[in-house]
């Protein structure tokens, strides 16, 4: 069973840096384009950042784009996203997802964890 | 604002149909095949039901089914159930920058 477990969200003042993991199992960590997807309570999704194999690959939403930076470490089958500068729009939960397809991305998030709440205020 | 336009709700009695329009641009779903919809219960993580406009997720009821005209792409839910009640959202690729838009997702409440 695909399991995937985020944490590292909490409460941080603005301008300041969050760290998320992501630890996933029951499937090939190694095979698959990852993604990160965040979500302001109650509302609509949107796309922050996703990550490939081989990390080949990364992309970021212009919301976030010289802020965030997306890693993974193959060997740990666990999948990062490094905040930096944090505002308070940023405020969301953050969900790790599994690609549908191994070995590139077919554009479609398959998976879910739980998510992570990520609170910038002051 | 979301980049795709969705209803903010939707309503309907049990055995009714209903379907959620995902409007978007020639860049996104006029441009691809590459639609999607998520169903998310309250306090749950998005599921995917739909890919490729219209094929099913393993598991997926028949009730549900995906189409596309142009810029917009369309579930319907035939045979409503209370427990289909749910936030619904599409989601595209699309060839900006971003790779991948959502709209802003449709509650459906089932009467």
């Known amino acids: 069973e695909v399991q995937l477990v985020e944490s590292g969200g909490g409460l941080v003042q603005p301008g300041r840096s969050l760290r998320l993991s992501c630890a996933a199992s029951g499937f090939k960590f190694k095979d698959y384009v990852m993604h990160w997807v965040r979500q302001v309570p109650g509302k609509g999704l949107e796309w922050v950042s996703g990550?490939?194999?081989?990390?080949?690959?990364?992309g970021y939403a212009d919301s976030v784009k010289g802020r965030f930076t997306i890693s993974r470490d193959n060997a740990k089958n666990s999948l990062y996203l490094h905040m930096n500068s944090l505002r308070v729009e940023d405020t969301a939960f953050y969900y790790c997802?599994?690609?549908?397809?191994?070995?590139?991305?077919?554009?479609?998030?398959?998976?879910w964890g739980q998510g992570t709440l990520v609170t910038v205020s002051s | 604002q979301s980049a795709l336009t969705q209803p903010a709700s939707v309503s309907g009695s049990p055995g009714q149909s209903i379907t959620i329009s995902c409007t978007g641009t020639s860049s996104d779903i006029g441009g691809h095949n590459f639609v999607s919809w998520y169903q998310q219960h309250p306090g749950k993580a998005p599921k995917l039901i739909i890919y490729d406009v219209s094929s099913r997720s393993s598991g997926v009821s028949n009730r549900f089914s995906g189409s596309k005209s142009g810029n917009t792409a369309s579930l319907t839910i035939s045979g409503l159930q209370a427990e289909d009640e749910a936030l619904f959202h599409c989601s595209s690729y699309t060839s900006t920058s971003t790779r991948w838009v959502f709209g802003g997702g449709t509650e459906l409440t089932v009467l």
């Open positions: 990550i490939s194999w081989n990390s080949g690959y990364i």
């Open positions: 997802s599994k690609d549908l397809c191994s070995g590139g991305t077919c554009h479609y998030f398959d998976s």
